[in-house]
């Protein structure tokens, strides 16, 4: 069982009769769901994964000490740890990693500070330039399975993609960096014969290809552990996970180099093809780079335009 169904029925069968026995009266303020760190929010995890950090639990959000007071918030947390502690052959731990506590009673404020460093996820435009993508994957994954006081789920709405106009800064600088390193650089390192930088060049093709498919898709990348299992799920361009693998394992000694380079072109071209389909470039080539300047050029915000086109890679 997957470690979100694991949650859920923990919920059911214990968290659920809790809360309405021992607080209805916060049963209006409160939202409960797993999300947040960990394969099992992604829906990622698998029998190795139940190696660590993994058990049954589920997350209480609580609203500010106004409306939830802090008295109320340690006698839910009290009410929590005092719920069985197996569940389904699964031990629940008395863990504190890093960065506090995954499951149980949570400020929905904490919450969203820690993962975007605002209460509300309300960020500013350099805020959204230079927050960690996994971070804002990490806000907005998992499932809320209710939300009465609608507040959870009103902030990861606002949160569940990028805004327009950053989309497209990242998108144009994730495509030139495809275009220096796939169209351009990988070549000439091979000419030079320094194939250990000619791998570096594939790698950065693939790290930023990667980007673009994300991007063009609407959706955050996870954690890079996670990476291409959340690329195989994604409704556009999720057959190039395949391709991404063969350019990272392979080698770039004779007729491959040359095979390697027939590869990311097609890729290139598989992302224009996105690109004009979204009508996001009005370039007419095959050329990542000046795809990536139209891109940059369809930006409403002047200020965002005007920045460098790396500024959000």
């Excluded at 999300?35 to 639990?57: Q, T, V």
Aim: glycine share 8%; hydrophobic share 35%; proline share 4%.
């Amino acid at each position: 069982m997957r470690g979100l169904e694991l949650s859920r029925a923990y919920f059911e069968e214990y968290g659920r009769p809790m809360l309405e026995e021992q607080f209805p009266e916060v049963l209006p303020y409160l939202a409960v769901g797993l999300c947040g760190s960990g394969s099992e929010c992604f829906g990622y995890d698998d029998d190795i994964s139940s190696d660590h950090d993994f058990e049954p639990g589920f997350c209480l959000f609580l609203p500010d000490e106004e409306t939830v007071d802090r008295r109320t918030a340690f006698l839910l947390e009290r009410a929590y740890a005092k719920l069985p502690k197996e569940f389904m052959g699964h031990r629940r731990s008395l863990m504190n990693p890093v960065g506090g506590a995954r499951h149980g009673a949570l400020r929905t404020a904490d919450f969203f500070r820690d993962k975007t460093g605002d209460e509300k996820g309300q960020l500013t435009l350099e805020e959204w330039l230079r927050i960690p993508e996994e971070s804002l994957a990490e806000a907005v994954n998992g499932e809320i399975w209710f939300d009465n006081f609608g507040e959870v789920t009103a902030i990861r709405q606002s949160l569940s993609c990028y805004p327009e106009d950053i989309r497209l800064k990242k998108l144009a600088g994730h495509l030139l960096l495809m275009g220096q390193s796939g169209q351009y650089n990988y070549q000439r390192c091979i000419s030079h014969g320094e194939h250990g930088a000619a791998q570096l060049a594939v790698y950065e093709f693939v790290k930023s290809a990667m980007e673009v498919i994300f991007l063009l898709n609407r959706r955050y990348q996870p954690y890079y552990k996670w990476s291409f299992r959340a690329l195989r799920e994604l409704p556009v361009l999720s057959l190039e996970a395949e391709l991404f693998e063969y350019l990272l394992t392979t080698d770039n000694d004779g007729d491959i180099s040359e095979e390697k380079y027939n590869v990311m072109e097609g890729i290139a071209s598989d992302a224009i093809d996105v690109l004009k389909d979204q009508k996001l470039s009005e370039a007419v080539c095959s050329d990542l780079e000046k795809h990536a300047y139209s891109v940059n050029d369809g930006i409403q915000d002047h200020a965002v335009r005007n920045l460098h086109i790396l500024a959000a890679v």
